[in-house]
């Protein structure tokens, strides 16, 4: 059964630190793209962060570039999201995604939620001010 589970999702202070993990398990994500999105009440499901497991490249949206770097470990087959100097604006429900993505690689293609077909339940973060 393929699964992907998130997990460090919490309520922190403004400026304040989460680290997010993503456990695979159940199918092999090598040379698959990983993502992470997050989605705020009335608000689309935007695209966080991605990663390229095989090159391990990295995709960021511009809102959270310099704050949020993702992983991944391959041997644990885990994807991580350190987020630090959250803000209000960053509070929302945090999923985790795998897609097998063709052809060019670059932001807009990795951080679209349509690229990706499993998805994980999420895990919520809010952020007080």
């Known amino acids: 059964q393929v699964q992907l589970v998130e997990s460090g999702g919490g309520s922190v202070q403004a400026g304040g630190s989460l680290r997010l993990s993503c456990v695979a398990s159940g199918y092999d994500y090598s040379g698959y793209c990983m993502g992470w999105f997050r989605q705020a009440p009335g608000k689309e499901r935007e695209g966080v962060a991605a990663?390229?497991?095989?090159?391990?490249?990295?995709y960021y949206a511009d809102s959270v570039k310099g704050r949020f770097t993702i992983s991944h470990d391959k041997a644990k087959n885990t994807v991580y999201l350190q987020m630090n100097s959250l803000t209000p604006e960053d509070t929302a429900m945090y999923y985790c995604?795998?897609?097998?993505?063709?052809?060019?690689?670059?932001?807009?293609?990795?951080?679209?939620?349509?690229?990706?077909?499993?998805w994980g339940q999420g895990t919520q973060v809010t952020v007080s001010s």
């Open positions: 995604a795998a897609g097998a993505i063709k052809g060019r690689l670059d932001p807009i293609t990795t951080l679209g939620p349509q690229q990706y077909n499993n």
């Open positions: 990663i390229y497991t095989g090159a391990g490249s990295t």
